[in-house]
């Protein structure tokens, strides 16, 4: 039996999530541009400018190796006049060998302006999190409701007052630990090419288990075994009733 109030519940979390997206994307904005790393992550937003005759980082012609390509540009995003970094292309295969087209595969990699890769630094994910966690936590400590709760007649009950960080804060404790070890690499990691559908399924589908096991049992499985509360409620003693 699907959770009481699901659908009221799903929307009320899409609508906080943007609204702390947006609230996260202002804090980093003003940053763009200082430093090679720093990217927002919201591609759709942004305006795109492409050199087809720029010098292709050494990095990629390594991975690929003797193998022609067939094409390869440096494109630079921006918002709102501000830079958000550049990343180079390189698409290679797609030719014909004994007659028949090969496969046609690109690979990308962040760089600096001298063409230079850097690892993307990316922190709005985890400000994002954390702008749920204390800001939503304070709003459902004051009267038990986000801006996405009180849109759908949604409210957090069970205690006065109610603990609002702490159930955020475990609600969301999985995604920031993601967010964190992803952030993480930044520092610690080198630039890697990135071409995800290039690595062999086995490695994808150890990746696919390894996150989806807990991340499943701790999102998903509440779900289709209701007891009437999802697992930060239920720990907390709280319930989300109608209002």
């Not at 009481?4 to 979390?13: D, E, I, K, M, T």
């Not at 109610?162 to 969301?172: D, F, N, T, Y």
Request: hydrophobic share 45%.
């Amino acid at each position: 039996m699907p959770p009481l109030h699901f659908w009221p519940r799903l929307v009320a979390g899409v609508v906080d999530y943007l609204m702390a997206t947006v609230l996260a994307m202002a804090m980093i904005w003003p940053f763009l541009g200082l430093h090679d790393q720093l990217r927002l992550d919201v591609a759709g937003l942004m305006s795109v400018d492409c050199d087809t005759k720029a010098r292709i980082p050494s990095i990629l012609r390594d991975q690929i190796g003797v193998q022609p390509y067939s094409y390869h540009d440096v494109c630079e995003t921006s918002l709102l006049g501000r830079s958000n970094g550049k990343t180079a292309t390189l698409v290679y295969g797609g030719l014909y060998r004994d007659g028949h087209p090969t496969p046609s595969q690109s690979i990308f990699v962040a760089v600096s302006d001298d063409f230079t890769p850097v690892t993307p630094l990316k922190p709005q994910t985890v400000i994002t999190l954390l702008v749920l966690i204390f800001g939503g936590g304070l709003l459902i400590r004051r009267n038990g409701q986000t801006p996405g709760k009180r849109l759908v007649g949604l409210k957090v009950t069970g205690a006065s007052p109610v603990p609002g960080i702490a159930r955020e804060a475990i609600k969301l404790l999985p995604c920031l630990l993601l967010a964190l070890a992803s952030l993480a690499w930044t520092f610690v990691g080198p630039p890697i090419p990135s071409n995800l559908w290039g690595l062999p399924w086995s490695t994808l589908a150890y990746a696919a288990v390894a996150l989806g096991l807990p991340l499943g049992w701790f999102y998903v499985l509440p779900i289709l075994q209701w007891r009437g509360a999802l697992h930060h409620d239920r720990w907390l003693g709280l319930t989300v009733e109608q209002v």
